[in-house]
């Protein structure tokens, strides 16, 4: 396990495998890449003859995180990301793949090294443009909850959710951040967004989508869109928990196709 001292934070990160095509694997908002895995998003697994680097984003799971909530907008985290990635594999172009606030970070860093990435695994897009505004007043006021009640009473409030079909398995967690930093990650997290939708046009990198249905905080109108924006980019949508446990196999297959292509 390695340590990256960014100054305001150090990023926790581990690499697997011996040999073969890189990829970096991140996670959502509040979670971590342990996490993940709990959640059955740690889609890397599927992966053989590569090496997959794991990391918890600034502010979560074993990395620490400042008590500014700039610091935690996609575009700060996309900073994160390319230095990790210069100390971990400088030069090297890899394969992205990471969910929710994942997917936002990858953007931005794509946006900003197109070179660097030899593929992007978008799972389960957030909310981002028109339907951000609503989504980033729901982080602020969470924010001003968790500093009244408390984190434990905020885990009780959404577990009377409702989850979408593909969850319909998945196990309770409990947030990946110390209880005094959430309410700044959660205020970050409302100032953020996507990169314009004329910007993300210019993306050339083989890019698959991965959604679900029913989830307003991850709506399948944020998926279409981007599947409509980037070029040659492919959609997938899954409506139970077998579909998305399918999805390791499907990153997988988007890796060797990206890598066939390139020579």
């Known amino acids: 396990m390695g340590l990256l001292d960014l100054g305001g934070a150090a990023i926790s990160y581990d690499v697997t495998g011996d040999a073969g095509p890189l990829a970096v694997q991140l996670h959502g908002l509040t979670s971590s890449r342990s996490r993940d895995a709990q959640l059955g998003l740690d889609l890397g697994r599927a ?4 090496r997959v680097l794991r990391y918890d984003a600034r502010g979560h799971g074993r990395s620490t995180g400042d008590a500014d909530p700039a610091s935690y907008g996609w575009d700060r985290l996309a900073d994160d990301l390319l230095r990790l990635l210069d ?3 400088p030069g090297e172009r890899v394969h992205g793949v990471g969910p929710s606030m994942g997917t936002g970070t990858l953007l931005h860093a794509a946006v900003r090294d197109p070179d660097r990435f030899a593929s992007l695994t ?3 897009p957030p909310t981002a443009w028109t339907t951000r505004t609503a989504q980033a007043e729901t982080y602020r006021r969470n924010a001003r909850f968790v500093e009244r009640e408390g984190v434990d009473a905020l885990v009780e409030l959404g577990s009377s959710a409702p989850v979408p079909p593909a969850l319909a398995d998945a196990p309770e967690s409990y947030p990946a951040v110390d209880a005094g930093l959430l309410p700044t990650v959660l205020r970050g997290a409302a100032e953020t967004d996507f990169p314009s939708v004329g910007t993300l ?6 890019t698959l989508v991965l959604a679900w249905a029913g989830d307003p905080a991850h709506p399948l109108s944020t998926a279409e869109k981007l599947r409509e924006i980037i070029p040659g980019s492919i959609l997938s949508v899954a409506r139970s ?4 446990l399918g999805w390791a196999g ?9 890598a066939r292509r390139a020579g």
């Open 87 to 89: 100390e971990v594999a």
């Open 241 to 244: 928990p077998h579909e998305v």
């Open 250 to 258: 499907r990153f997988a297959e988007h890796v060797g196709a990206a």
């Open 122 to 124: 978008l799972v389960v």
């Open 47 to 50: 992966l053989h003859a590569a």
């Open 201 to 206: 046009r210019a993306i050339s990198t083989p």
